[in-house]
């Protein structure tokens, strides 16, 4: 599985962005995908799953009711709407596959995107 991030970009303290996550290969249905986020200085922290289905999501504490995640297998995509976002979002932000299920750590996943950067300033 191949997997490339978009729709990263600067925007304003409140704002919104939709992340993108395009994977290739026909298994893409059979697998829970999460984002992950690594700011500057930081370990790379998980940030939100759905499983394969997308009938099971969840989040990190520090993103809940902000952060959405869905997926199309149809369009083997995935998604991550980002609203009333915060200084501290900034990072860049990666696309995971894995097989695991819903997974809260990166060793959950097999596959990762390049990431996309995401900066929240005034």
């Known amino acids: 599985v191949q997997l490339v991030e978009s729709g990263g970009g600067l925007v304003q303290p409140g704002g919104s962005l939709r992340l993108s996550c395009a994977a290739s290969?026909?298994?893409?249905?059979?697998?829970?995908m999460g984002w992950f986020r690594q700011a500057p200085g930081k370990e790379r922290e998980f940030v939100a799953t759905?499983?394969?289905?997308?009938?099971?999501?969840d989040f990190a504490d520090s993103v809940k009711g902000r952060f959405t995640i869905s997926r199309d297998n149809a369009k083997n995509m995935v998604y991550l709407q980002m609203n009333s976002l915060k200084p501290e979002d900034t990072a860049v932000y990666y696309c995971?596959?894995?097989?695991?299920?819903?997974?809260?750590?990166?060793?959950?996943?097999?596959?990762w995107g390049q990431g996309t950067q995401v900066t929240v300033s005034s």
């Open positions: 995971a596959a894995g097989s695991y299920g819903l997974g809260f750590v990166s060793t959950h996943y097999d596959y």
């Open positions: 290969g026909r298994t893409f249905s059979s697998y829970a």
């Open positions: 759905i499983s394969w289905s997308g009938s099971d999501t």
